[in-house]
């Protein structure tokens, strides 16, 4: 029984009314830009300490450091927010321009701070961090100082910020620009429709198979028309992180993504290595599920096919009741707190035109909110994404205890939180699945997860490492690219594909982001890191919710092999750590295999 009707758009108001003209969005980013430009000129004068009497010099640096970051954040979120629910909203384009410029003055600043601090006396520095005011920001403030060492001089970086604002990050929204401008026409239940990418993704669960395939075909023509330009784009982005990495005199493509994510080359290659090696299940569900649809092997266009006519939709009210009651069972906070998320407009999930494509969770600093975005559309895995997403908004909610300083936490651990709500979820549809047709299709929702992180994601990061070392001797072609893709996904799905998708690469915005370079590992990290948790959490019960918490605020203060080793008790960079998960995922793909023989 549903007992309140939710919102479907979200509430941007709260923040800026008058939502990208507003004049109070307009204050508040040339308020932003005047502080920016008095710290600016503040840090001229800030000096390398000598002494730990000058400890007030750098906490103040921290709290106006702070301020600017926050607020800043704020606007740059809520212009996020105005683009992805309007991509034809031109003045939040010009906005997102000016909030990169303003965001790289803020990384020089930054780059000032840590530049001044790395050059510290090693027992002046051990000093400093022994006090009152810094101690609690020791690991944050080491961080800093090794990156420092690992970079170019201030002026040189400082030079590769500003020119980045044009090049680099401007590579970036041209890929936004040009998915946006695509359109799909099709037939859709006997309507001819005009769709976004966003729209004609989403009907790749489509019970009918034609349509599925008609999508699919549609949007592989429409990459294919504009491959040169998304080809351009992807090595100008690839070309740019390879230039700076040279002058900074690092071997490797995986150096900055790897410390962006606090983790070891050790513990991805333990990662990768036990999924490599249990693959075998996986590829015998996918050889099932195309039997099952009339196949001999899988097309692309049917992973995510829905087997069974019997699974409910749940319009976006059901969803919100089911993700609540469930929630609930888990822990008292997170119910209370994603409730209060449905009741006061933080989601916008309507299906509508000109929505960008996929789904996030961005986080207002200031207000100390978060704002969901998705297009909901009634499936099984439209109410695990809002579930994964409402994660993502807990961990920040998790953290408002926490000092600004040590709330910067890593993708990988970010996807923990949102996968480990999407699992609470996943599992309580199976449980509660009325008819054996509805339990081997909602086991199948789950199982999907599975392949798009052990094999979907894989074939990403196989594709994204071969690109950059060809990339280092010049342009990749469109061509290659869509050759390096078909290699990387026939690897990556062992023998299961009957057909791939060669222009994944174009298709795929986690390819074009330029915040955060391989923008893939950390959701397989984060899968199966939050496996673990969750296996605590169903042993330990209700109880368990305030060392969850405990552990999501733990998250941006140590590494990732810290991080498990003192919530966990595990070493994860051995394999045996990452077999332990991956054998959870395959009891499903067994009890699949179990339930689908019985039906014969």
């Known amino acids: 029984m549903i007992e309140q009707t939710y919102s479907m758009v979200w509430d941007l108001d709260s923040f800026f009314v008058g939502g990208s003209s507003s004049t109070a969005l307009r204050k508040h980013l040339d308020e932003v830009k005047n502080k920016l430009v008095t710290f600016e000129e503040e840090l001229k004068s800030f000096c390398t300490p000598s002494s730990i009497q000058e400890v007030d010099q750098i906490v103040h640096t921290i709290n106006k450091l702070k301020d600017i970051a926050v607020n800043l954040s704020e ?87 500003t020119l980045s604002v044009d090049g680099y990050h401007a590579w970036g929204q041209l890929y936004d620009l040009l998915v946006g401008d695509i359109r799909i026409k099709l037939t859709v239940d006997g309507v001819e429709k005009e769709l976004s990418v966003g729209q004609a993704n989403n009907l790749s669960s489509h019970e009918d198979a034609a349509i599925r395939k008609a999508s699919f075909d549609a949007l592989e023509a429409a990459w294919t028309e504009k491959e040169d330009f998304f080809a351009k784009t992807l090595n100008h982005l690839a070309g740019f992180r390879l230039a700076v990495y040279e002058k900074r005199g690092w071997d490797s493509v995986l150096q900055e993504p790897l410390q962006i994510n606090r983790m070891k080359q050790e513990t991805l290659d333990a990662m990768w290595g036990a999924i490599s090696k249990n693959k075998a299940p996986f590829v015998e569900y996918l050889h099932r599920k195309s039997a099952m649809l009339g196949e001999k092997r899988i097309h692309w266009y049917d992973l995510d096919a829905p087997i069974s006519a019997s699974t409910e939709k749940m319009d976006f009210q059901q969803g919100a009741a089911f993700i609540l009651k469930h929630f609930k069972e888990f822990g008292p906070k997170l119910a209370a707190f994603s409730r209060h998320a449905f009741e006061n407009g933080w989601i916008e999930a309507e299906d509508r035109p000109n929505k960008r494509p996929g789904g996030f969770c961005t986080g207002m600093p200031v207000s ?72 081997i299709a909602l086991l199948e929702d789950k199982i999907q997860r599975s392949v798009a ?77 939050s496996l673990s948790i969750y296996a605590k959490a169903i042993t330990e019960g209700a109880n368990f919710e305030e060392k969850y918490i405990a552990l999501l605020q733990d998250t941006a203060v140590m590494t990732v092999e810290d991080l498990a080793m003192k919530h966990l008790g595990e070493d994860i960079t051995n394999e045996a750590f990452w077999i332990k998960g991956i054998n959870l995922c395959i009891q499903d793909v067994n009890e699949f295999i179990q339930f689908t023989n019985a039906k014969g």
């Open 75 to 161: 606007g740059g979120a809520v212009i996020g927010c105005f683009l992805a629910q309007d991509i034809t909203d031109k003045q939040a384009a010009l906005l997102e321009g000016e909030v990169g410029s303003l965001y790289a003055k803020l990384s020089s600043s930054m780059l000032t701070i840590q530049q001044v601090l790395g050059q510290t006396e090693e027992s002046v520095w051990r000093d400093l961090l022994q006090t009152k005011e810094l101690s609690n920001f020791a690991f944050v403030l080491n961080e800093w100082r090794e990156e420092a060492k690992k970079m170019l001089s201030e002026k040189e970086e400082d030079m590769i910020t």
């Open 368 to 439: 100390e909110e978060s704002r969901i975005f998705m297009t909901y559309s009634g499936s099984m895995s439209n109410v695990s994404t809002l579930a994964h997403e409402l994660g993502h908004a807990f961990h920040s909610y998790a953290l408002r205890p926490v000092h600004w300083m040590n709330r910067q936490y890593a993708m990988g651990v970010a996807e923990t939180a949102s996968t480990f709500a999407e699992m609470i979820v996943a599992d309580a549809a199976v449980k509660e699945a009325k008819t054996d047709e509805e339990k």
């Open 453 to 529: 992180f052990f094999m979907n994601i894989h074939a990403r990061f196989l594709f994204e490492t071969r690109l950059y070392e060809e990339r280092k001797n010049g342009i990749v072609s469109a061509t290659r690219l869509n050759e390096l893709m078909e290699a990387a996904q026939k690897e990556a799905y062992g023998d299961a594909l009957e057909t791939t998708h060669p222009h994944f690469w174009a298709s795929k915005l986690h390819f074009y982001i330029t915040d955060v370079p391989f923008y893939n590992f950390p959701y397989t990290f984060g899968y199966l890191f």
